[in-house]
């Protein structure tokens, strides 16, 4: 089991800055791919950002890619995600996953095996 506790959301003006933490806990990490997802009202659950705790090789959505950056501090066990130049569309409630062994590349959310709680992001215009 592996468990995941996000922190670090709020709200923000557009054009702001948010730093997310994921730290996790209760497994060997480094087989560990870890991601994060958002999610917004009524819309599905969607990739933002990957990373391996082994390695150092980043994946981003296009959406975020240039804005955001995903991070880990492995003596931590603790990835982050740091989010510039946010947006209103940024709005949604974020999630940390992991699974295990996974590709980096692997968008759909049911590849993921354990879930935070998530945190909320709000940017306002």
């Known amino acids: 089991q592996v468990q995941l506790v996000e922190s670090g959301g709020g709200l923000v003006q557009a054009g702001g800055s948010l730093r997310l933490s994921c730290a996790a806990s209760g497994r060997t990490f480094d087989s560990l791919t870890m991601g994060w997802f958002r999610q917004a009202p009524g819309q599905e659950r969607e990739f933002v950002a990957a990373i391996r705790f082994a390695g150092t090789s980043t994946y981003y959505a296009s959406s975020v890619k240039g804005r955001f950056t995903i991070s880990k501090d492995n003596a931590k066990n603790t990835v982050y995600l740091q989010m510039n130049s946010l947006k209103p569309e940024d709005t949604a409630v974020y999630f940390c996953?992991?699974?295990?062994?996974?590709?980096?590349?692997?968008?759909?959310?049911?590849?993921?095996?354990?879930w935070g709680q998530g945190t909320q992001v709000t940017v306002s215009s």
């Open positions: 996953s992991a699974n295990q062994w996974g590709n980096i590349y692997e968008r759909a959310p049911d590849k993921y095996d354990y």
